[in-house]
């Protein structure tokens, strides 16, 4: 082996360790989605159901179990009992699956729902439900929040007033309204605000404090997210068919869609474009749309303004909850980024990203203050004598309504 085979390698090895971080998901899971809640963000009442499913592109029957996991604020595990947040038992094996129907991509759709005759959830705060193989090996999971609301909360969105980030930013501002402020945040008690955008739990703030606080509320200002862009988008509801987005399909084993070129939005000027926020929605053109969907090899490919070759270019969205991963890599070829992944029948949001060897992150999407943007704004709380977070209020506000 060369001196400069032994330096690529040793580049390769160095970048792979430092992706880790980002909890690849496994090569045959696609389309893991929960469902009930409503709002954008999956949050429920304690006695709320919540529906979770998953498809496995593997040919080969697997036995899944799953476990249900309770968080702090910042999705840290809590340092609690299993028997103080669930009623009954998980490690479960997952009964409920059925094999896809008439499609040219065999997979099969496993679903839990939560409550049920095995376990129901005691307290509020922060959840995920896990997957789990026979061995016990984790493999991934879906977060969630359950409500025990004891407060009420206001979002506004507005312009940022820093001069540098007067075009690129959205401020957030917020008020939460309660009979005894004084009793959520004395020294009996600790109150986290936690801000999400766009459901993407990779990303979210922490305000640990309130700017003021009068008798009957609490203020927190200024809270600077970056605007960012409209999530670009395609549908392959109908598998066989061309649209704006689209331009070729193709049928041979398996059905083939070819999206357009996307270029480079970092420098362009804002232009609405309408999207789900990152979301993804499975087509329901079926009597059974969880196994009568069938899949699409997605073709790919983005054009850049310029050209890094140190660093690796991915898709991310809810479809894969933002996470940078293997399984969703580009490769550059010929100036252009290509890549092609398993997506099945319906609408999805996506944008581009990339990362270098020092894992520092570039979005060729830009950012500006008109963008529509959906956030969640999530009050937990803790006493002296407890030793978990509750979540005591939740609300969700668009910037569509956004003030100058």
């Not at 299993?82 to 009623?87: A, G, L, M, Q, T």
């Not at 193989?133 to 929040?145: I, R, V």
């Not at 988008?233 to 041979?252: A, G, P, R, V």
Request: charged content about 25%.
């Amino acid at each position: 082996m060369n001196k400069l085979s032994v330096t690529i390698l040793f580049f390769l090895m160095i970048f792979s360790k430092n992706l880790s971080q980002y909890h690849a998901y496994p090569e045959n899971i696609f389309s893991a989605k929960i469902k009930g809640s409503n709002l954008n963000y999956p949050v429920f009442n304690l006695n709320d159901k919540i529906f979770f499913s998953f498809d496995d592109l593997n040919t080969k029957k697997s036995s899944y179990y799953y476990k249900i996991n309770h968080y702090d604020f910042e999705w840290k595990p809590s340092k609690i009992l299993k028997s103080e947040y669930i009623d009954g038992y998980d490690d479960n094996l997952i009964e409920t699956f059925k094999n896809s129907y008439n499609t040219l991509i065999d997979y099969t759709n496993y679903q839990i729902s939560v409550p049920n005759e095995d376990l129901k959830l005691k307290i509020s705060g922060n959840y995920s439900i896990s997957i789990h193989n026979e061995n016990g090996d984790f493999l991934f999971e879906k977060k969630f929040s359950v409500l025990n609301k004891m407060i009420s909360t206001n979002i506004k969105i507005k312009k940022s007033t820093d001069l540098e980030k007067f075009d690129s930013h959205q401020n957030i501002d917020i008020s939460v309204s309660c009979d005894n402020c004084n009793k959520f945040i004395g020294n009996s008690s600790d109150l986290k605000l936690v801000i999400i955008k766009n459901n993407n739990l990779n990303n979210f703030k922490v305000i640990k404090k309130p700017n003021y606080s009068l008798s009957n509320t609490l203020i927190f200002k200024d809270i600077s997210f970056e605007g960012g862009n409209e999530f670009l988008n395609f549908d392959n509801s109908k598998i066989t068919s061309t649209n704006i987005k689209i331009y070729k399909t193709e049928l041979n084993d398996f059905y083939k869609t070819y999206l357009r070129t996307d270029t480079d939005r970092t420098n362009s000027i804002y232009q609405y474009n309408p999207d789900i926020n990152g979301s993804f929605t499975i087509n329901n053109n079926f009597n059974n749309p969880e196994i009568e969907n069938d899949y699409s090899l997605v073709k790919f490919s983005l054009k850049p303004d310029r050209i890094n070759k140190k660093n690796r270019v991915f898709i991310i969205g809810e479809f894969n909850d933002y996470k940078i991963t293997d399984k969703y890599e580009l490769i550059l070829n010929n100036n252009i980024y290509n890549g092609e992944f398993k997506f099945k029948q319906g609408f999805y949001n996506y944008k581009y990203l990339s990362v270098g060897p020092d894992n520092k992150v570039k979005k060729y999407s830009g950012n500006f203050w008109e963008t529509q943007n959906i956030y969640n704004a999530l009050i937990y709380q803790k006493k002296l004598t407890e030793k978990y977070y509750k979540l005591i209020s939740i609300s969700e506000t668009s910037s569509v309504n956004i003030k100058n």
